[in-house]
């Protein structure tokens, strides 16, 4: 599989100018920031990794985090859902997800689309949360998407109205539930309700690279094994 390794900028936890709850517990933002997601093979095993720009925890959850809510989406195959629960959004046409993690700090779990529900073994690595899926590794589609925690709703992502309250976000009725997104265009994905998947794919410079390491090569090899020249013809005296 070809590495995936994608970096979100710092501040776009609003949504669509979204306001967070008014409850003191909001008061400083950062806590649903998603800044950065992995997803690597390590010695033949799929682990996925998501970071955010900071993990305050008023609740002492065992995690080490409280306020936020991380779910990934993954297409690992044809077909599956086009709608992602919690996060509010829907896949492209025929783009649809399989397999999604739900992540807390209080506890994680493997989603399906048909309502299956089991438990995931995450874990902190410094800044990075981390965790094995059980799929093989793959270059799957990747949906990930981040909001604030709530125990009550069914994929634990806080609602949003319009005029917010206390413990309710302040956002246009309808809109996604998720405050970021992983996106080559956040604005356009809130805009239209429609997340794009993250995938991995060689980039130019990767191709680039590449095509000079064998030219490199090339040149090495010639010196090393020189083309023997033709025989001389005998001077006539």
């Known amino acids: ?48 990794r998501v970071r955010l720009a900071r993990y305050p925890n008023p609740a002492k959850a065992p995690l080490g985090f409280s306020l936020a809510t991380i779910a990934i989406y993954v297409d690992s195959r044809p077909g599956g859902s086009e709608d992602l629960p919690g996060a509010g959004f829907r896949t492209p046409k025929g783009q649809g997800w399989d397999q999604a993690y739900l992540i807390t700090g209080w506890d994680s779990s493997v989603r399906t689309p048909a309502g299956g529900n089991e438990p995931l073994a ?86 680039a690279l590449l095509s000079g390491l064998l030219g490199l090569l090339f040149i090495a090899l010639s010196y090393r094994f020189p083309k023997s020249s033709p025989p001389r013809r005998p001077r006539r005296v």
């Open 1 to 48: 599989m070809i590495p995936l390794f994608y970096i979100d900028p710092h501040g776009d936890d609003h949504g669509l100018g979204y306001a967070y709850p008014t409850a003191a517990l909001y008061a400083e933002s950062g806590f649903a920031d998603l800044t950065g997601f992995q997803a690597i093979d390590q010695r033949g095993q799929l682990v996925l």
């Open 122 to 207: 995450v874990e902190r690595q410094g800044e990075w949360i981390e965790f094995r899926p059980g799929l093989p590794p793959g270059n799957y589609g990747y949906y990930v998407a981040a909001g604030l925690y709530d125990p009550f709703a069914p994929w634990n992502f806080r609602p949003l109205r319009p005029g917010g309250g206390p413990w309710v976000i302040d956002g246009p009725a309808g809109a996604p539930a998720a405050v970021d997104v992983l996106a080559t265009s956040q604005a356009r994905s809130y805009s239209t309700g429609v997340l794009r998947p993250v995938k991995a794919s060689p980039s130019r410079w990767s191709l």
